[in-house]
């Protein structure tokens, strides 16, 4: 044998020694009662302040110890306490989403503008500026006053001067948007009873959206509020809206049947809501067309129900901006089966026109209440008269 085969003779006899002794050591040790440590199932979740700097939650190993002198125990999972929204108020709010909505409308304050300051305005110009008014959905009858109003004015002054048609622009149509209606939102407890809202439209105009985000706004006025998932037809719907209520800590009353009658879950979430001592409850309906007659006549169902327990003090009708004299009909159709109060006009942000502000409460006798400027949690925005005209004009 060659002094090679030796070596590894020694080798491999150390190597068996060793493991032989770290078995013994391992026997000895669970002889004398100590348990091998499982690592603990730290609960799910947990905060920031709740761990230390590698990461593991802290205190944990401290708590098995207490438990049972190192013997493997299984924590159960502490409750998740989620972290509610606070949504900023929303007064102002349109003040501070002016640019986006002149990025949409400037077009027709700036086609109005460059008409006007021309001077001598011929009668083709005079057409071309009623025009651009009713491109912009104005409405016939408002673009004939506005038009006047503006033809007797330069005759008048005979100034070409942009500032001061600018002016003439911004008053015109500051009195057509009308500030004098009544743009509050019913949301306070009346005879005892929670205020009732019921937001009704046709599909695809951002109705179940609307609803959260209006939930936002009157969480952000300390509203306590319950969400009533009316729409039982589309299936997403009540989880859509359920996801929105949670972000701010506002109940959602569904049903887990789809397809339930819409006015027992309006009626429930009513119920709820009085129970709870809630200021508000937010019903959102079905979209449906304004042509489809048993639809139509479902909303009226779901009024007189929900009127059994409280009262529907607001009843919003969401309209898409973008859909211009379809809009209007529309709207029109769903005022003869419910008494609508305010309008939501949403994607005022994209391709709207104006105009149908002054249109739609012209043709409804309802003031536009609020309008969606963007796909933000917080881009529903009470109307402002003021700045809206002022995001036109410039």
């Not at 400037?106 to 300051?117: D, E, V």
């Amino acid at each position: 044998m060659g002094p090679i085969d030796e070596l590894w003779e020694i080798l491999t006899l150390v190597s068996v020694v060793a493991v032989g002794g770290l078995a013994m050591l391992v026997a000895l040790v669970r002889g004398r009662g100590g348990a091998t440590r499982q690592a603990p199932r730290p609960p799910q979740r947990p905060s920031d302040r709740d761990r230390d700097g590698d990461g593991r939650t802290a205190g944990a190993d401290e708590d098995v110890a207490d438990r049972g002198g190192g013997v493997a125990v299984d924590l159960e999972p502490e409750p998740i306490t989620p972290t509610l929204e606070r949504p900023e108020s929303a007064r102002g709010r349109l003040q501070r989403l002016r640019a986006r909505l002149a990025r949409s409308n400037s077009a027709m304050g700036n086609a109005l503008l460059a008409l006007l300051s021309r001077g001598g305005l011929s009668e083709t110009d005079w057409e071309d500026v009623e025009d651009t008014l009713l491109a912009s959905d104005l409405g016939v009858e408002a673009t004939e006053e506005l038009v006047s109003s503006l033809r007797t004015q330069v005759k008048v002054d005979g100034t070409t001067d942009p500032e001061q048609v600018r002016s003439w622009l911004h008053e015109d149509l500051l009195r057509l948007v009308d500030p004098s209606m009544d743009r509050r939102i019913a949301a306070s407890r009346t005879g005892g009873h929670p205020a009732v809202i019921l937001v009704v439209g046709v599909n695809g105009t951002g109705k179940t959206t609307s609803v959260g985000k209006l939930g936002r706004v009157l969480v952000a006025e300390d509203k306590d509020i319950v969400f009533g998932a009316a729409d039982t037809f589309r299936a997403a719907a009540a989880d859509q809206l359920q996801t929105w209520g949670q972000r701010v800590g506002v109940p959602t009353v569904r049903s887990d049947q789809e397809g339930a009658d819409p006015a027992s879950v309006a009626y429930d979430a009513v119920t709820a809501a009085v129970e709870l001592e809630a200021d508000v409850v937010i019903i959102d309906t079905a979209g449906r067309l304004h042509t489809k007659r048993g639809l139509m006549d479902e909303l009226g169902k779901i009024k007189r129900v929900v009127e059994k327990v409280a009262p529907v003090g607001e009843v919003l009708l969401v309209l898409d901006a973008t859909t211009g004299q379809n809009g209007m009909r529309q709207a029109e159709e769903f005022a003869k089966e419910v008494a609508i109060t305010g309008i939501v006009l949403t994607k005022m942000d994209g391709t709207a026109k104006g105009g149908i502000v002054v249109n739609v409460q012209r043709k409804l006798g309802v003031p536009v209440k609020l309008i969606g400027l963007g796909e933000g949690p917080d881009d529903l925005a009470p109307f402002d008269p003021e700045a809206f005209v002022s995001a036109i004009i410039g």
